[in-house]
């Protein structure tokens, strides 16, 4: 039986930062006792303690698997590298925060994937665990490493590294992939075979196992992935549960101790999005929408802010202000008695228009410090190709409500190098940029408005997926074009990602099997943490690439054509291939598409495939401006489609 | 929902306006939450208040907060069995308990399932008050427990003010008992004793010898006594906190660099009348800390 190594961790914790990081003690947090049955699983966020606590799919899992009587689960983060070194001197592995055991005294390594920078830290956490490296090296005597999350829609970069990739909602398919567990358990004892357990792996829908798939090359491109078990499906679709209601989670979010990002309550409000921008891979993967009901955001709110004492909660989805009664709802928390005018809700993804800006002078009375809006694209033609609809007029419209009733700053998202960009494009950030300047210059003496400017990664299961990135020198020079454009305009910054990160997420984003080892080299190398600008380091990665016989420019910069195997081909996030191609084309030809919320549906094969409808709870769309969806949308009326509406519960 | 005027809640009561009373507390800082910082500890009260139904003032102005004021920041990793904080209430003791009452039906106490630190901690006052405390541990976490509290007189100064020394044990490493008492000699004998420290990112070669007020090497009782396997000396201190404090860790650099700290504990914080010293708060209400609340966490 394992002991707790807390002795051990305490002795390091005096010579390290932030100790208060290694130590738990979370509110709802859990401190399961590990019977011989149960199937013990490790959460792990593969970024720091303070990145990683807030995640609310770990946070979900968590409590669904601690309810199972059995399984149990704990955490564990990255530590930061002063703790790592001091660890690895010390001989002590990376353990779990809850009874501070080894990692290796559990059965699953569950790794979250939010980003693809942090994969040489997946690596060195399977190390620290004291685990080896590559699934071909491991025995039923290892922990089992699983991986889920949007990256999962690529898992190919990591095949050599996870056992079985978990793909879209993981709330149901934990308690089936618990139950193979436990039964391999009883079975080991009795002398099981890894294949077995690997295989009946697999045979759970949502469940990807690399090793039981072999990619096929024809010199030096990717020709097919191809199964090489009975039980291996052709082609793994990814798992959505439909009814959002009955996964109230998280039910006791973690209060932590000590300071982290987005420190205040989350209540997921719906999940997928249907506006269909064309580079946004999450809208992509997690169709269809489907609504929790008022009610229960309401219920989960009020207990949240009770148990916790935050006096902010989040209403989180990909576009909070979709959400069927978004007015209501803010009005309901902002005004109950018992909040006594102390608790702000944020709203973290604002829609551009003067309507959304009403909702959010409702909620900011008192702090009106910024609000932020993602117009992603300079001009009207850049933002068709994207498909993100938000006319000038939109825009405008949102800054003067925002500057005429008393926020100060202002900040706009953009993206540059996206598909059939132009230099016009690039520089019509900074009208735009320089526009909202002077709107505020009317209401108020000194405005900012900060453009933050991020490099766009072309993503797995999206219309751009076939699309061959801008290199760095590219993104360099359209940084330095828009800088130039805006400079000298007082109250006007432009803040820009480091273009060498962007094109090192889109070489991960978009590899094949063959990145791994581009990977394992980097890591290697030291280079873990690449998501912290003060620790990315592009030079391993050219060395990396260079030792592999691989470029950039055969795996980031180039165009694919629409015959050309990808390496998600065998993945599905229910989207079919010819929907998103003709969308790459209709991108290509500047053509947009309408939000299928409130137009006829135009089968993209995430409802129709997985027998779902879109769960909201109005049949009208909320009034005020397009809302972004380039449709005309103001009259409020109802709209030419049959929704399905919630039933009422 | 009936509609609720809205200048009601953006305009709080600014606390100065109606005396708002100020409720002081005494608490600990044990086992593995030492490792939080003083900022931590701030916001981890904010919290608990807030659920605690308790309601504190806010300040006014462009971004209000609520007024909370610790005394000295205890070094990150340092354990306390004497913390305080003032809390500037918005209401009266009295208003105050109408509020927990409707806040958590069937009395705050209830929901606590935490050690009681019993009447003879709590200074006499208004039963709701009383009440209220008694359950305020159950919304701290493990290690940080209420020992006392109790209303401010008029006129008393702030925490940060009004503190002129503390008493704190520390248990060192890599050195034997012998050893430790010739080196507290040598410190006490001397008259400067100068280590490098940081404060603010800046290094400063300082002289900590005049804020070393008392310095013993003992195995007798304490904290810490018979928390390790074999008994060792510690040492117990009182060191000033004007000009600057002094932390644990530098005066273990005065006693010299090969001394690892092992622990430290504060377990007092002293004011200095006229020679008399007291604690900020009057002996009355402070009754000795029990030996069950600093072990809960080691228990668990």
Known sequence: MYETLWPDVEKLLATVQKPARYIGGELGAVAPTHLPGNVAWLLIYPDTYEIGLPNQGLQILYEILNERHDALAERAYAPWVDMEAAMRDAGVPLFSLENHLPARSFDVLAFNLSAELVYTNVLNLIDLAGVPLHTLERTLEDPLVLAGGHCAFNPEPLAEFVDAFVLGDGEEVVAELTEVLARSKTESEEGGDRHDLLATLASLDGVYVPSLYRPVYDSSRLVRIEPLDPNAPETVEKRTISDLALWPYPRNQLIPLTEVVHDRLNVEVFRGCTRGCRFCQAGMVTRPVRERPFDQVGEMTRLGLDRSGYDEVALTSLSTADFSGIQDLVRDVVEDPRNDGQVSVSLPSLRVDAFTVETAAQIQRVKRTGLTFAPEGGTWRMRKVINKLITEEDLYKAVDAAFSQGWRRVKLYFLIGLPTERDEDVLGIAELGKRCVEIGRRYQRSVTVVASVGGFVPKAQTPFQWFGQDSVEELQRKVTLLRNAGSGVKGFNIRWHDPEATVVEGLVSRGDRRIGAVIERVWRAGGIFQEWSERFDLSKWQDALARESLSFEEVAYRDRDENEALPWDHISAGLHRDFLWSQWQDALAETSLEDCRWTPCYDCGACTGYGLEHVVASALPPAGGSQGTGQDLSSGQRVPVDLISRPSR | ?300
């Open chain 2, 1 to 300: 929902m009936s509609e609720v005027d809205s200048s009601k809640r953006t305009e709080r009561r600014p606390a100065e306006a109606i005396r708002s009373p100020r409720l002081r507390l005494r608490y600990s800082k044990l086992g593995k939450v030492r490792f939080t910082s003083h900022r931590d500890v701030a916001r981890i009260w904010e919290r608990a208040l807030r659920r605690s139904g308790i309601r504190v003032a806010w300040s006014s102005g462009f971004s209000p907060h609520p007024l909370l004021a610790f005394g000295l920041a205890l070094p990150t990793g340092c354990e306390s069995l004497g913390e305080y904080v003032d809390v500037r209430l918005e209401r009266t003791p009295e208003e105050l308990f109408d509020g927990i009452d409707s806040a958590h039906p069937g009395g705050i106490a209830g929901r606590s399932s935490r050690v009681d630190p019993g009447d003879d901690l709590i200074s006499p006052g208004p039963q709701g008050l009383r009440e209220l405390l008694r359950g305020l541990s159950a919304f701290l976490p493990d290690g940080i427990d209420v020992q006392a509290a109790a209303l401010c007189a008029d006129g008393t100064g702030s925490l940060q003010e009004e503190v002129t020394s503390c008493s704190w044990e520390m248990e060192v490493r890599e050195v034997s008992e012998e050893q430790l008492a010739e080196r507290v000699d040598r410190l006490l004998g001397a008259s400067r004793v100068f280590v490098t420290r940081e404060r603010k990112g800046i290094e400063r070669f300082d002289d900590i010898r005049p804020q070393v007020l008392d310095l013993l090497c003992s195995t007798g009782p304490g904290v810490y006594a018979g928390s390790s396997s074999s008994p060792r000396a510690r040492l117990f201190v009182e060191t000033a906190t004007r000009p600057r404090g002094l932390r644990p860790m530098e005066l273990i650099k005065g006693l010299g660099d090969d001394l690892v700290l092992s622990r430290a504990c504060r377990t007092n914080q002293w004011i200095d009348r006229l020679g008399t010293r007291s604690e900020p708060l009057d002996a009355a209400s402070v009754a000795p800390v029990p030996l069950a609340t600093r072990t809960k966490e080691c228990v668990s």
